[in-house]
């Protein structure tokens, strides 16, 4: 089975909601990332055999496959299609496993994999809230289905509620999330003040960093928010932002290496996704971690830097817990809790960012995983080569 490398990375600064970024069409942020990955890499654009991108709730503005629109709105080349892939918020962490195993298999040679998302414009499950059907159904996507009724029955299906149960379940307090989301932004602030980030942004719209840290928070602010519900342990602190951003990465075979000259950055070493309970959700990389690790024959401890997505606080602390991870070496230069989680760029934000980390400190491995609707989680493993 042939290598896959990762040849160039590169991201949007993160928007916030409503921010810089906001009245950008999602096919115009695709672009903006496929332009810059293409001048970076240097590669002809025509020697390029298929697009993957992800995103969540691919309706209006990201309707009709945003890959091929972002392709096509970048004046790229019309005979290079595209694939929009959904596995919620890991969408374009799937995204790069879709690429990279493409050209594992021998089947493509040059693949790009991202991912897109416009959150001020298409809000979270915008396509279930109240909508109703060419059928009359409405609701969610669980709604009407005697399969899913039958097995689950009628429970709450939320990441809220989700993250409540890890937090219950792990024994987390309040004041340990607000301690991490603290961090989170403390850690985003340094590495944009000493602009750890500026390799791997694209700006765009006058926007050049992310928008999402927060100075002037502070522990006491945290404490006087209201919980997200009744009895709860969860406030709109300890939770990932709604947000605006593209994220692409360039796969390379070794055959399009010689052919294209070009100049590995890191060996896709792992790739593996995991399931487990629907209701409580967020909790899969628990599993999946242990999974590859198992499958790879490593350790926790030869990971040099982890990018674990800080959908909620109490996902990253449980996953702390379990696996024994240096919590110094996880998400370093802060996370969505302060970047923000444009849902299905993050995937391939957090692959873009753990690479850039990687080269700046020498480190040679680095795992990537995040929670995913659906109580999934994907992993993959990169080794720096360069």
């Known amino acids: 089975m042939a290598e896959a490398y990762i040849v160039e990375a ?49 309706v209006g503005p990201q309707a009709g496959d945003i890959a091929r629109t972002s392709w ?6 019309q005979e290079v299609p595209g694939v929009t892939v959904d596995r919620q918020c890991g969408s374009s962490q799937q995204a790069v496993h879709f690429a990279a195993q493409a050209v594992m298999s021998g089947t493509s040679d040059l693949v790009v994999a991202g991912g897109v998302q416009n959150m001020s414009q298409i809000p979270i499950a915008f396509a279930s809230r109240g909508a109703t059907d060419s059928l009359g159904l409405t609701g ?3 709604a009407g289905s005697r399969g899913w009724q039958g097995r689950y029955g009628g429970q709450d299906v939320s990441q809220f509620r989700g993250a409540e ?8 307090s309040r004041e340990d999330m607000e301690v991490f989301a603290y961090e989170s932004h403390r850690r985003a602030i340094l590495a944009i003040d000493e602009g750890l980030f500026e390799r ?14 927060r100075r002037d928070t502070s522990l006491e602010k945290m404490a006087a928010l209201r919980t997200l519900e009744e009895g709860g342990r969860l406030t709109a602190a300890v939770a990932s932002q709604i947000s605006d951003g593209a994220a692409a990465l360039l796969i390379a075979s070794p055959e399009a290496v010689r ?27 628990i599993p999946a971690t242990a999974h590859a690790l198992k499958k790879t024959g490593m350790s926790i401890g030869d990971m040099d ?15 702390l817990k379990e696996t024994g991870a240096d919590p110094e070496r996880v998400n370093p230069n802060g996370g969505a809790i302060a970047l923000g989680h ?13 690479l850039h980390e990687l080269e700046r400190t020498g480190g040679r491995y680095g795992l990537q995983t995040m929670c995913e609707g659906g109580g999934q989680a994907n992993v993959t493993i990169v080794e720096r080569l360069w």
Do not use: K, Q, Y
């Open 10 to 58: 590169v991201r949007t600064p993160v928007g916030r909601r409503g921010g810089g970024l906001s009245r950008v069409h999602p096919a115009d942020l695709g672009a903006h990332v496929l332009t810059e990955l293409m001048s970076r890499s240097g590669v002809d654009p025509a020697a390029v055999d298929d697009v993957v991108f992800g995103c969540v709730d691919a």
């Open 72 to 77: 096509l709105a970048a004046g790229l080349p």
């Open 140 to 142: 969610g996507p669980f």
């Open 165 to 172: 149960m890890i937090a219950r379940d792990w024994d987390i």
């Open 200 to 213: 791997e942004i694209a700006p765009l719209e006058g926007v050049a960093a992310d928008e999402g840290p």
């Open 259 to 285: 052919t294209h000259g070009l100049r590995p950055r890191a060996r896709v070493h792992h790739l593996s996704a995991r399931g487990e309970d629907p209701i409580r959700m967020l909790s899969a990389p």
């Open 305 to 319: 830097f982890v990018e674990i997505n800080e959908a909620f606080a109490p996902v990253v602390l449980a996953w």
């Open 342 to 354: 444009p849902l299905g760029a993050t995937g391939a934000r957090l692959m873009t960012t753990l």
